[in-house]
């Protein structure tokens, strides 16, 4: 899918969240995982700023897509990541459960989880909590390209049973574009539910 997009803004605090508008699917997982990586693959650009440095992302930034509904892609700051300081790390997770708890433009959550580190602790107190608030989620196994097809099928097995999931986590790559079609599908279905 060929899709046009463009930056919004970025925001450190609530305060500096852009206003209510089309719907919202936010990209949420532990640093370095590969949440801007995959916006770019989804969106065919670059505008996602990307890293070999975990922790790059600290802020929420949001990506206006001229989808068919619109709707905007928002990357939020990665959690869990050791060598920050514990200043760092406290700031973030009030400002992502802010946003997750008060944001009425929130559609859905696109949780990514790394597909050879498989779902841990916060992976599966996140997807608890969101359940709990009734927020649509999709997860994606994410770098997929580095494990052989065999392998990756089992660690979707792992996942899904470990998350309670339904259906089967997508395995996707931003490196291979493997399973981004299928994020895409998927995606639309929460921003257009059919009636
Ligand atoms: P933070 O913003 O720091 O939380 O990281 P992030 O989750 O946005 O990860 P980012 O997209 O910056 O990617 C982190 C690293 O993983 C970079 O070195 C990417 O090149 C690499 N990476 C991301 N996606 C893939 C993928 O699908 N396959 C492979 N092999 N590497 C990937
Ligand atoms: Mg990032």
């Known amino acids: 899918m060929k899709v046009q997009a463009k930056f919004v803004t970025s925001a ?11 719907p919202e699917l936010a990209v949420v997982g532990r640093s370095n995982v590969g949440k801007s990586s995959l916006i770019n693959a989804m969106l065919g650009t670059d505008l996602a700023r990307t890293s070999r ?13 001229a989808s068919k509904p619109p709707m905007r892609l928002v990357d939020l700051p990665g959690y869990g990541y050791a060598e920050v300081t514990k200043q760092m790390r406290e700031s973030w997770r009030p ?18 989880i790394d597909t050879r580190r498989g779902a841990q602790d916060e992976e599966l107190d996140f997807a608890a ?21 065999n392998k ?24 291979t574009g493997d399973g981004i079609d299928e994020l895409w599908r998927m995606s639309l279905a929460i921003i257009a539910p059919r009636k």
């Open 53 to 65: 440095t975990p922790g790059r992302t600290r802020l929420l930034n949001w990506f206006d897509v």
């Open 129 to 149: 909590w969101l359940h709990e608030r009734e927020t649509p989620l999709v997860v994606a196994l994410t770098k997929c390209d580095k494990l052989a097809k």
């Open 95 to 112: 400002l992502i459960e802010s946003y997750l708890t008060s944001r009425t433009s929130l559609a859905g959550v696109v949780l990514l």
């Open 12 to 22: 450190v605090a609530p305060e500096g969240f852009p206003p209510e508008g089309a």
């Open 152 to 175: 990756r099928m089992l660690e979707v097995q792992r996942a899904k049973q470990a998350l309670g999931l339904t259906r089967p986590p997508l395995a996707v790559s931003a490196l």
